[in-house]
């Protein structure tokens, strides 16, 4: 997905709001002046708050919980931060990758352990990556279309303890065996079994429609556009030094300490490693051996992590007395081939979510796109910046241009900061208002890939200054990708 985030003018009359809680201890810079996105007709429909329990590697201190804890940790962060009255949330939409079978509606059971009132409906969504980006545009058509005027919406992973099946052998017989009436029917099933029924079915993160993996992908990409295991080496450094270099200055704001039963409390990511060039040059390839370029240190690592989002219209929102941190205006998926192009999302979604708001690349003041993997972030700026991929593959008279590295990722990434499948979206999303707020910015862009060759994209606007009369504005777009070419 990607999106746009916009900070709305002095000029335009829209309610103020206060962007920071008391914890957060930087100035916001006020906005140059832009134009509005408002459309006639069309109900504002804003986020008020969001926030994320720390983001931790797998197998560290989330490993002996449930996806449930996680997202429902998550739910009582967002209640603690706005004070939200539990019986005023219409709905409750969360995304998740992996499904704990006990759970497979974990937005409800979730929802239920944080306390919400029975009679609150929830369902959970899955799109991959953009899961929890699914569930907010979810939760965005509820209001537009009049059903809710509040809605939580969020995304859960828990990589720590993934489903491991029997093999369909065993699970056959197991069931057979299940409705044998008599204790011949039952010995003569079990004398069937033999030694490779044992063998378990371990999932992957691998395209269904492919059998390929995604970091197999990711290397296929790199190699089509050029990219360098030296570039690749060089970003994900920057990644983990800029994420760093955030979560030390207390930018990081919509993160929220979690108590883990049984252990410590949790209040910052575990996964941010700044290391070295000679360090990281010293890995193997992952995936494409041995001449791959993507390692484990410019991947983005399996991770466990939960995040909600608050979203109201407009006035709903101002009748309650908040003061939201931007709109969402606009949404686009869009889908291709997911074997040659599964990760050029962002290059195809970009030019489409800036051409529905009226905007250009120069706009944008704030770029968050998910990082998967270095290779898959170098690959996309080249395409994004090259006429001839879009003459040639995307139908157009030419490119839509690379983001500014100034105005890019500039707090980190899923590179560094972890990347639970499902919860991400939401972290791009405030990581952007708040990036907006504090550089004073107006308009924000996000962008994912995901599995299955999808994307979304987001704009949002951000409102500026606490004592004047704005609101962020965001659009959503996704779309669909296939593999990279390489330019004659």
Not at 57 to 65: F, N
Not at 154 to 162: A, C, F, I, R, T
Not at 400 to 424: D, I, M, Q, Y
Request: with cysteine; hydrophobic share 40%.
């Amino acid at each position: 997905p990607t999106l746009l985030l916009t900070y709305v003018p002095k000029e335009n009359n829209f309610p103020s709001f206060l962007v920071y809680t008391e914890s957060q201890n930087y100035l916001a810079v006020q906005p140059k002046s832009k134009k509005t996105l408002t459309k006639s007709g069309v109900k504002n429909i804003v986020v008020v708050e969001g926030v994320r329990i720390p983001f931790l590697q797998s197998g560290t201190s989330y490993a002996d919980l449930m996806p449930h804890d996680l997202a429902r940790a998550a739910l009582q962060g967002l209640l603690n931060r706005t004070s939200v009255p539990r019986e005023v949330v219409d709905y409750i939409v969360y995304g998740t990758v992996i499904q704990e079978v006990k759970t497979s509606n974990v937005a409800r059971e979730a929802a239920l352990g944080a306390g919400f009132s029975d009679k609150t409906p929830a369902h959970t969504v899955t799109m991959a990556c953009i899961s929890s980006n699914q569930a907010m545009t979810t939760g965005v058509g509820m209001i537009a279309a009049g059903q809710c005027d509040v809605v939580v919406a969020g995304g859960v992973e828990l990589m720590s303890d993934v489903p491991i099946r029997h093999s369909r052998k065993m699970r056959k017989t197991m069931l057979t065996l299940n409705r044998a009436k008599t204790l011949g029917q039952k010995l003569s099933l079990l004398s069937k079994i033999r030694p490779d029924y044992f063998a378990p079915e371990l999932p992957a993160v691998a395209e269904f429609s492919t059998s390929e993996t995604m970091g197999h992908s990711a290397d296929r990409l790199a190699a089509a556009f050029a990219v360098s295991r030296l570039e690749q080496d060089e970003y994900a450094l920057r990644s983990h030094t800029l994420a760093k270099k955030a979560q030390d200055g207390g930018l990081l704001l919509d993160v929220v300490p979690f108590k883990v039963p049984g252990k410590d409390t949790v209040t910052k990511d575990n996964g941010i490693r700044p290391s070295s060039m000679e360090q990281m040059g010293k890995l193997k390839p992952a995936f494409v051996k041995p001449y791959g370029t993507v390692t484990a240190a410019n991947s983005s690592f399996l991770t466990d992590g939960a995040s909600a989002v608050l979203l109201m219209s407009e006035e709903k929102a101002l009748a309650m007395g908040y003061k939201p941190k931007a709109y969402l205006r606009d949404f686009v998926y869009v889908s291709q081939d997911p074997k040659d192009q599964l990760l050029l999302g962002p290059t195809y979604a970009t030019p489409k979510v800036l051409e529905k708001a009226g905007l250009t690349m120069a706009d944008i003041d704030v770029f968050e796109f998910h990082e998967a993997f270095a290779g898959q972030i170098l690959a996309n700026l080249k395409a994004m910046d090259s006429d001839w991929f879009a003459q040639n593959y995307m139908g157009r008279k030419s490119k839509v241009g690379a983001p500014p590295l100034e105005k890019f990722n500039t707090w980190g990434g899923s590179l560094s900061l972890g990347h639970p499948f499902a919860a991400t979206g939401c972290r791009l999303v405030m990581t952007t208002a708040h990036s907006l707020k504090k550089e004073g910015g107006q308009y924000g862009l996000v962008a994912a890939c995901a599995a299955g060759g999808q994307v979304r994209v987001w704009h949002c606007s951000l409102r500026r200054g606490a004592a004047i009369s704005q609101n962020p504005r965001i659009i959503l777009v996704g779309k669909a990708l296939e593999a990279p070419p390489v330019q004659p």
